[in-house]
């Protein structure tokens, strides 16, 4: 077989075998199939598509690619959640300690944040102290123990993965729909938990731009963990702006405190309880989606998920005092207003021109080299909906770049937004839920 002759077949149009995949990944993952080749076949399925045979088999290939976990002695439902990217997403960081109060067991396996989208690792480690990097003897003692650990993937999980990932973010075949339902699910089945939740982000901050393509990308996922006994389920959701307030780092964790204790975003809220009874339903400890949701807002009142949160920070071997006093935060050297030049709604704020600015203000990174400004990004304070008038202001940027990078900034997040006399609706974050 040669690596050539499979990439002219799909550019022809034609699906590929379980051999033929096998023989691509294996060979990848060895070493012996070159980038070049692979990019040529990862833009060949982005033009060409796959069928869904040839995804289930790409997904299972590279799941095998290296170790799997075994979480079987693991005590109950084990349960985890898998975003396809977004900008403000601090969402794990809240519902996780929300469904662990309630008696789940949330084992998370988390990535770091790549170009414009943040990662879940990135954001815990702005805590002083906090690992992520935990040995699997200890993730399971920590899970058993608190129902909760949120870890960075080990080297040996999914390699295929980690090769081709890097690979597609630099040669533009990221947004495919078979190679991001592969890329996710072999991850979320390496993983080993019992329960999956999708949340399958859509709009100008994701990689879906509209619904219906988010549908396809979440209906096939959801086959594809149920079809392999994991109970599966999606919920479609809105990044079409940011979620919540906060984008950037520690700027994000605080918001996740505060989420905590019940004064978060309603956006992001909503998207944790909802997500959150799914999940409780999934690990069936709630009988229906409404039980769920009550049972999440009990632990938010009687504060029982702030402490897991303070629980699973110092098992992890963070600083506690960062979470009960978020105000020790570091906090950046310029904190810079964006003024409103005229009245009306906001219209639009685009979540990706923000989750790029956010970036270049030293919150994210452009290589996986890059070092990350923990306290630098954008906090919103008008979105889609709100009413603005002259002199307003919009947003902070928080950043310790130069007064060039300020101003060049400072213009591009003042046009990620646009305004209408109009009134307009706030945005509903939850679009769909698909199980
Ligand atoms: N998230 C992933 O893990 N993989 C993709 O391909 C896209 C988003």
Redo the contacts with the bound molecule.
Sequence with gaps: MRMVDLIIKKREGHALTREEIAFWINGYVKGEIPDYQVSAMNMAILFKGMTEEEVINLTDLMEHSGETLDLSNLKGVKVDK????GVGDKTSLVLGPMVAACGATFAKLS?RGLGH?GGTLDKLESIPGLSIQVSGDRFINQVNELGIAIVGQTQSLVPA?KKM?AL?DVTGT?E?IP??????MS?KLAAGTDAILLDVTLGKGA?MKDINQARILARLMVKIGNGLKRDTRAVLSDMNEPLGLAVGNALEVKEAIAALHGNGPEDLMELCYKGGAVMLEQAKIAKSFEEGKAMLEKVIKDGSAFEKFVKMVKAQGGDTEYILHPEKFEVASKIVPIIAKEDGYVKELDALEIGLSSCRLGGGRETLEDTIDMSAGIMLVKKIGDQVKKGDVLCYLHTNKSDDVVKQEAETVYNAYSFTKDFVNKTQVVLEIIQ
């Excluded at 898998?82 to 990217?85: A, D, W």
């Excluded at 190679?179 to 996710?184: C, E, F, G, K």
């Design positions: 898998h975003s396809t990217g990535g989208t993965d990932y597609r990221v495919s190679l991001i339902a592969a890329s996710v991850k990689f």
